[in-house]
T-cell receptor, first 114, second 113 residues
Framework: DTGVSQDPRHKITKRGQNVTFRCDPI?????LYWYRQTLGQGPEFLTY????????KSRLLSDRFSAERPKGSFSTLEIQRTEQGDSAMYLC????????????FGPGTRLTVT | GQQLNQSPQSMFIQEGEDVSMNCTSS?????WLWYKQEPGEGPVLLIA?????ELTSNGRLTAQFGITRKDSFLNISASIPSDVGIYFC?????????????FGTGTRLQVTL
């Protein structure tokens, strides 16, 4: 078990560009979550998948954000027309289904929009 | 978005001292989790709590799920330099379909020799 992995670890982009992040969950975990963390704050929920179905989206997820999990394994998070306010750490987590509710996080992707 | 209230915001302690921190919410949670985060890394799960009143230990760490379901506590005994980091509580709201975690504002721990 190699844990949750995320790629890239760091991304610097110019305002207006599109970026895409990838998350590979722990194998056999069917739930996958995306969070965003800004400096000095705790992570904030963005969206959640069970298998390939996107079941919940936060109001934080504007129209410029889209997440997919096409085969129920890895997931991608795309941000279109990036803005400086998008600069943050984007965290991915995965969990088993069922009542034991433990989410395991990846190392995150640090996005800087210049 | 909503964040849980954690206190203290930061702590500076000497190696060997015990540490206590807590987390409060205005709403009920049916699961409490405690994570530790180091700079540039994702949160690492320390302890998970599933029942009101539950007391759970993981090495030098002990956490409790408050009876009211609106708070949780974390204690670290005999702190060591590698305990440095930011500690976050997180709760799952008490609804049938909620799966997201709501995080606290964090407690930054510094340990001096």
């Amino acid at each position: 078990d190699t844990g949750v992995s995320q790629d890239p670890r760091h991304k610097i982009t110019k305002r207006g560009q599109n970026v895409t992040f990838r998350c590979d969950p722990i194998s056999e975990h069917n739930r996958l979550y995306w969070y965003r963390q800004t400096l000095g704050q705790g992570p904030e929920f963005l969206t959640y998948f069970q298998n390939e179905a996107q079941l919940e989206k936060s109001r934080l997820l504007s129209d410029r954000f889209s997440a997919e999990r096409p085969k129920g394994s890895f997931s991608t998070l795309e941000i279109q027309r990036t803005e400086q306010g998008d600069s943050a750490m984007y965290l991915c987590a995965s969990s088993w289904p069922g009542p034991q509710y433990e989410q395991y996080f990846g190392p995150g992707t640090r996005l800087t929009v210049t | 978005g909503q964040q849980l209230n954690q206190s203290p915001q930061s702590m500076f302690i000497q190696e060997g001292e015990d540490v206590s921190m807590n987390c409060t919410s205005s709403s009920i949670f049916n699961t409490w989790l405690w994570y530790k985060q180091e700079p540039g890394e994702g949160p690492v799960l320390l302890i998970a709590l599933y029942k009101a009143g539950e007391l759970t230990s993981n090495g030098r760490l002990t956490a409790q799920f408050g009876i009211t379901r609106k708070d949780s506590f974390l204690n670290i005994s005999a702190s060591i330099p590698s305990d440095v980091g930011i500690y976050f509580c997180a709760g799952q709201p008490y609804t049938g379909t909620a799966s997201k975690l709501t995080f606290g504002t964090g407690t930054r721990l510094q340990v001096t020799l």
